[in-house]
């Protein structure tokens, strides 16, 4: 298409929100708002990207460092039509479409953005991003004909009783010409109530001077603005109702969908099986044909083939588990590799480690991998056996089909083939318990008997 650029307006303080962090930076699916934005634009391939900062833009310069986006600063904040001017000075020499939209609507796709950029053609100098709600609210209205010709912008204040039952409502997100929008915004006023220039003036000014300004049609959800921990909230739930739904309609089943809650890049392969009360954290990859059992909370994990996880699991990042590996009830797992059929059944604590394909890991193991200074590997080797309730003490390597038995403390390395067993002595004194049972119960009475 027309070459692009996209202004983002995400200058207000965010008051509502109640918070040290910036509005459009509060996360959706494990990602700030305003990346959902930036995202969805870059599937356009935009020539630049402007984010208008004010109150704390700090915080947005440090966010956007690493990705191709200026950001310019608007100071004092004298409404959006100001905002947008603030952009000016860096799409300078600039020729092509701008957009101009806000971060705290981060669901806008970058399909809508692109019929807004195709409406501008002929003698179409604006178009106008419109929705109908099933509340009107506050919102302004757009009076269009059903061509899409807006014919009058108008906000709720100064609508007549007509207009205000017109249910084509404005977002605010607006597409115009370089060799335009800088004019237009430029002859914004700011004869109101509050002193501000609005940017959809813009559009008013247009139709003032015979300009057409035509309006494009999205879904309510799309465009709806977040200024608040509810509205967040709000947005989050329809967001993971969303990923849900693509989910199921990508081969994963989802036995009970609403507890299920999914990352922004959560990547789940065909015949997936999710049970109740799971989550995914970022950078989990599942593979086809793997169970996440009820309860389970994953993180920067990397799961194969038909691997099986929980019930009340816990994968932290850099847990793997190649083909056919099984992780069961209480089981924590960090930069940890379990091989392929590999098993740690329950009760148990795999950190730093490599554990080899067959092997079978006891409950209530766990590798100690941190002396309080460092971490330190643990390599277990193939089909070895570990006995329930050991300690192996990193850096330390099990043998393949190594044995070690149960209750044991490993601070060696212990050879392929291998029986290690790290106990003390067992003391044996027969009738023991029962004389101490009967001396204490004596007591016991003689001290009732006292009182």
């Known amino acids: 298409m027309t070459k692009f650029a996209a202004i983002i307006l995400a200058a207000g303080k965010g008051t509502r929100m109640k ?33 208008v900062a004010g109150d704390r833009h700090e915080q947005l310069c440090d966010a956007v460092a690493d990705r191709n986006v200026s950001v310019a600063l608007q ?34 796709k970058s399909a809508t953005v692109q019929k807004l950029c195709d409406a501008i053609q002929g003698d179409t100098k604006v178009a106008v991003l419109g929705f109908r709600p099933d509340d009107t609210l506050a919102y302004g209205r757009i009076i269009a004909d059903e061509d899409g010709t807006v014919r009058k912008m108008v906000e709720h204040k100064d609508a007549s009783e007509e207009e205000r039952a017109c249910n084509l409502c404005n977002s605010g997100v607006i597409v115009a010409h370089s ?23 813009v559009a008013t000014n247009a139709i003032a001077e015979g300009d057409r300004v035509v309006a494009v049609e999205t879904s309510p959800s799309e465009v709806a603005g977040i200024n608040s921990r509810a509205e967040l909230a709000t947005a989050e739930a329809q967001w993971q109702d969303f990923k849900r739904e693509e989910a199921m309609a990508a081969g994963v ?29 970022p950078g989990v990859k ?66 730093d480690a490599t554990v080899g394909a067959g092997a079978n890991i006891g409950a209530g193991t766990i590798t100690c991998n941190y002396d309080g200074y460092f971490k330190h590997q643990t390599v277990i080797g193939e089909r070895a056996f570990i006995g329930s309730n050991s300690s192996l003490i990193a850096p330390v390597n099990i043998g393949a089909d190594a044995i070690i038995a149960a209750g044991s403390a490993v601070s060696r390395d212990v050879a392929a083939g291998e029986l290690r067993m790290v106990r003390g002595e067992q003391l044996v004194k027969p009738g023991w318990a029962d004389r101490f049972h009967d001396t204490m119960k004596k007591k016991k009475a003689a001290e009732r008997d006292r009182k």
């Open 19 to 51: 918070s040290d962090l910036h509005k459009v930076l509060h996360p959706i699916g494990g990602k700030p708002m305003l990346f959902h934005l930036l995202d969805s634009f870059e599937e356009l391939a935009p020539a630049h990207t402007v984010v």
């Open 75 to 108: 100071e004092p904040q004298l409404g959006t039509a100001h905002a947008a001017l603030m952009a000016k000075d860096a799409l300078g020499g600039f020729e092509g479409l701008v957009m101009v939209s806000f971060g705290d609507c981060p669901m806008v």
């Open 179 to 201: 060799k335009d929008i800088w004019r237009l915004l430029e002859g914004v006023g700011n004869d109101n109530a509050q002193g501000e220039y609005y940017l959809p003036d």
């Open 253 to 281: 089943s989802l036995k009970a969908p609403e507890t299920v809650f999914f990352s922004w890049d959560t990547e789940l392969g065909r015949d997936v099986v999710v049970e109740p009360h799971v989550v995914f954290g």
């Open 286 to 351: 599942v593979a086809d044909h793997a169970l996440i059992r009820a309860f389970s909370h994953l993180e920067g994990a990397t799961l194969g083939e038909h691997t099986s996880v929980g019930p009340y699991a816990r994968l932290r990042p850099g847990a793997v588990l190649e083909e056919g590996a099984f992780i069961g009830n209480f089981v924590e797992m960090k930069k940890a590799t379990l091989g392929k059929g590999a098993k740690a059944s329950h009760l148990t604590y795999l950190g």
